[in-house]
């Protein structure tokens, strides 16, 4: 059975489903992607978590654990959309948690040097991974509509993530070095 779209009407899952098996776990963010309203925000958050504990590496190690986890990602979410049978549900939201860590990469590399500009560099990062992740502008829509699977879940978010850890290294480099 081919999956849905996630653009079907699919009702959402009921939480002992979620809890049943560590792929629905993981690709649900832990609960996160359970939220009501804006899961994606709700798994970002916890992307904020991931990030929190990553940020002590070096940033080749960074780097690395972020790559691993993506690869990762593909399997988790592929696995939880086939045993949903919906392509891409809007509750697994570990893609957000990986897209996150991309967009707030920069600050690894650039750390900023007071708390306060870790607060805003991070607040900064998920203002603006969210923004390209619901905007979805070129060619994140693109292969959000065209490429499927658990590869095609993942490298969306990856994309936004990139976007917005470009524009972040812009701020935190030349325009508002916080």
């Known amino acids: 059975m081919k999956p849905k779209s996630k653009t079907d009407a699919f009702p959402r899952p009921p939480a002992e489903l979620i809890w049943s098996t560590p792929e629905h776990v993981l690709a649900f963010g832990f609960g996160a992607g359970l939220a009501p309203r804006a899961p994606g925000t709700f798994g970002t958050l916890v992307g904020i978590l991931f990030f929190l504990a990553l940020l002590w590496l070096p940033w080749p190690v960074f780097a690395a ?3 691993l986890l993506f690869v990762a990602g593909c399997f988790i979410c592929g696995a939880s959309a086939r045993l949903l049978g919906v392509h891409d549900y809007g509750g697994i939201v570990f893609d957000e948690i990986v ?3 991309v967009a707030a990469a ?3 590399w650039l750390a900023p040097a007071s708390v306060g500009g870790w607060i805003a560099g991070i607040v900064i990062a998920f203002v603006l991974f969210r923004v390209f992740d619901i905007v979805k502008p070129w060619p994140i829509r693109l292969i959000d509509r065209h490429v499927h ?3 095609g879940i993942m490298i969306d978010d990856i994309v936004a993530g990139i976007g ?3 524009v972040l290294f812009v701020l935190r480099r030349w325009l508002l070095p916080f």
Request: hydrophobic share 60%; glycine share 20%; net charge neutral.
């Open 164 to 166: 917005a850890a470009a």
């Open 99 to 101: 897209g996150y860590l």
């Open 149 to 151: 699977g658990g590869f």
């Open 106 to 108: 920069p600050l690894v």
């Open 65 to 67: 654990a972020s790559l």
